[in-house]
């Protein structure tokens, strides 16, 4: 079955960098896009970056442009969110989703991992 | 950036009624690319459609999206208690993608 295991997530000091990984197994990782989301905590949903299958296609919000890296290893089944000039706006639980398809339509994730933690505070 | 604004920001009803839930885009939404999530307290995301009327696998026909342009709609014909939840949209047709505020839908 399909699973997302997200990890790298901590408490951070601003102004410093972390790396988040979400593994991925279950699908043929090398055929689907891939995804960041985040969600402060009692807030609402964000989207942060996409990454498309090859990683030849990259995608950031603008609250994010210039700090954060989305890259992933198709020989690890792995993607990575790299996360510099942290802020405590970047607090939240961050999600990788999984595209539905291979299609641009497609694109939304039907699968999604249970998140990782990252408050950045001093 | 398109900025997509959802209606009503709570929505309270009892199971077995339709819900009628609104997203409205601040510029055309591109080739009808936008999703709806359902979001349970605890709980990742739930994709439910996609492509703004596609059901994604294994999601209840009571489930309906319509809609284009800068209009969407998510329709739950008849409310069943696990359909109580936040529901969000998200547009995907233009970089930077961008999610409405969200509605609840809680029990009246």
């Known amino acids: 079955q399909v699973q997302l295991v997200e990890s790298g997530g901590g408490v951070v000091q601003p102004g410093r960098s972390l790396r988040l990984s979400c593994a991925a197994s279950?699908?043929?990782?090398?055929?689907?896009?891939m995804q960041w989301f985040r969600q402060a905590p009692g807030k609402g949903l964000e989207w942060v970056a996409f990454i498309s299958h090859a990683g030849s296609n990259r995608f950031y919000a603008d609250s994010v442009k210039g700090r954060f890296t989305v890259s992933r290893d198709n020989s690890r089944d792995t993607m990575f969110l790299q996360m510099d000039s942290l802020r405590p706006e970047d607090t939240a639980l961050y999600y990788c989703g999984k595209s539905a398809g291979t299609t641009p339509r497609q694109i939304p994730p039907d699968y999604w991992g249970q998140g990782t933690l990252l408050i950045v505070s001093s | 950036e398109i900025v997509l604004t959802q209606s009503p920001g709570t929505l309270s009803l009892s199971p077995g009624e339709r819900a009628t839930l609104s997203c409205r885009a601040s510029?055309?939404?591109?080739?009808?690319?936008l999703a709806w999530f359902q979001q349970k307290p605890g709980q990742a995301p739930r994709l439910l459609i996609y492509g703004a009327s596609s059901r994604a696998t294994g999601i209840p026909d009571r489930f309906t999206g319509s809609g284009s342009g800068t209009d969407f709609t998510l329709t739950i014909s008849r409310l069943e208690p696990e359909d109580f939840a936040v529901y969000y949209c998200?547009?995907?047709?233009?970089?930077?993608?961008?999610f409405g505020g969200g509605t609840k839908v809680e029990i009246q």
């Open positions: 510029q055309s939404v591109n080739s009808y690319f």
């Open positions: 998200q547009q995907y047709g233009n970089s930077p993608f961008t």
């Open positions: 279950g699908f043929t990782f090398s055929s689907h896009s």
